[in-house]
C-alpha cells in the first residue's frame, strides 16, 4: 500500500521575496542618488558663492580707488556698505586707512635724522627698545628696504610689532597727513599738543586749513594737509549667501593697479 506524503517543494511565494528585496535594493539606490545630488548641488553653489565674493571683493578695490565720492562718504578706520550691490544675500563691506598718514621707512637710512626721529618718538610713546630703530637701518643695510612691513617680525618679537604696526608704513612718503594721522603719529613726529588739539578738532568738523593755518605751523617739507592722502590701504569684505572673501590691497588714489593685495 502506497502512502503519498505533501510536498515540501512548494515554490509560491519566491516571487514576492524578490520583488521586495529588488524594491528595497532600489529605495536604496534612489536615496542615496538624492543624498549625493544634493551634495554635489550644495558644493557647486558654495563653489559659486565664493568666487562671486572673490570677485566682489576685488572688484570692490578699483571701484574705491577710481570714486572720490564713495572715499568722502566713509570715514578711515570704519566700516562703510556699499549700497549699490549690498541687497538680498549680497554685502560688501569696505575700510580704509590713509597710508600718508602714518611714519613711513621706506626711506629709513643712518642719514636720515626726520624719520630716525620720528621711529625714536613713537618707540619711546608704545614702550618699544629703541634700539630696534638701529637693527632696522643695519636690516637695510644688509638686504635692502623694507617692501613689507611685516618683514618687520626679523629684528623685533611679535608683541613690539603689535605696538608699532598701526602707525608704520613702506609705500607712503615722508610727509605725514596731519588729518589723518594719530595722535601717537602727530607726537612722535613732534607736533605740539596745542596743535594737534587744533587738528583733531577741525578734521572732525572737516574743516580742512592749509599747515599755515596753524601755530605753531608744521614744516611743509614734512607735513600735508589733505582729507586724505595719495596712498590708501583698503580692506574689502564681500558676502554672497553664505560665503565670505576678504582682500586686503595698498592703492594710489585713482589708479586701478594696486600696489599690493592679497587675499585674507
Known amino acids: 500500500m502506497k502512502r503519498y506524503f505533501p510536498s515540501f517543494h512548494n515554490n509560491r511565494g519566491v516571487a514576492l521575496l524578490i520583488v521586495l528585496l529588488v524594491t528595497a535594493l532600489l529605495i536604496a539606490l534612489i536615496f542615496e542618488f538624492a543624498y549625493a545630488t544634493r551634495v554635489s548641488l550644495r558644493a557647486a553653489v558654495n563653489f559659486r558663492d565664493s568666487q562671486r565674493a572673490y570677485f566682489l571683493a576685488r572688484s570692490a578695490v578699483n571701484v574705491f580707488a577710481k570714486y572720490k565720492d564713495l572715499q568722502d562718504n566713509i570715514p578711515q578706520g570704519e566700516w562703510g556698505v556699499v549700497p549699490i550691490v549690498s541687497e538680498g544675500d549680497t554685502e560688501l563691506r569696505i575700510r580704509w586707512e590713509d597710508e600718508n598718514g602714518k611714519i613711513t621707512i621706506a626711506d629709513l637710512s643712518s642719514s636720515n635724522e626726520v624719520t630716525k626721529g620720528r621711529l625714536d618718538g613713537l618707540f619711546g610713546f608704545q614702550g618699544v627698545d629703541v634700539a630696534i630703530r638701529d637693527r632696522m637701518i643695519d636690516r637695510i643695510k644688509e638686504k635692502g628696504a623694507f617692501s613689507l612691513l611685516t618683514e618687520l617680525h626679523e629684528i623685533m618679537s611679535d608683541e613690539e610689532f603689535d605696538k608699532v604696526k598701526d602707525y608704520l608704513t613702506v609705500y607712503a612718503s615722508k610727509q605725514i597727513n596731519i588729518y589723518t594721522a594719530s595722535e601717537v603719529v602727530l607726537k612722535s613726529a613732534g607736533v605740539s599738543d596745542s596743535t594737534i588739539v587744533s587738528i583733531t578738532e577741525d578734521g572732525k568738523n572737516k574743516a580742512y586749513k592749509s599747515l599755515t593755518d596753524y601755530s605753531p605751523s608744521p614744516s611743509a617739507n614734512d607735513f600735508m594737509a ?30 586701478t593697479t594696486p600696489r599690493y593685495w592679497r587675499v585674507l
Open 226 to 255: 589733505a582729507q586724505s592722502g595719495t596712498v590708501l590701504k583698503v580692506l574689502a569684505h564681500a558676502t554672497v549667501g553664505g560665503y565670505t572673501r576678504q582682500i586686503e590691497a595698498v592703492i594710489t588714489r585713482g589708479s
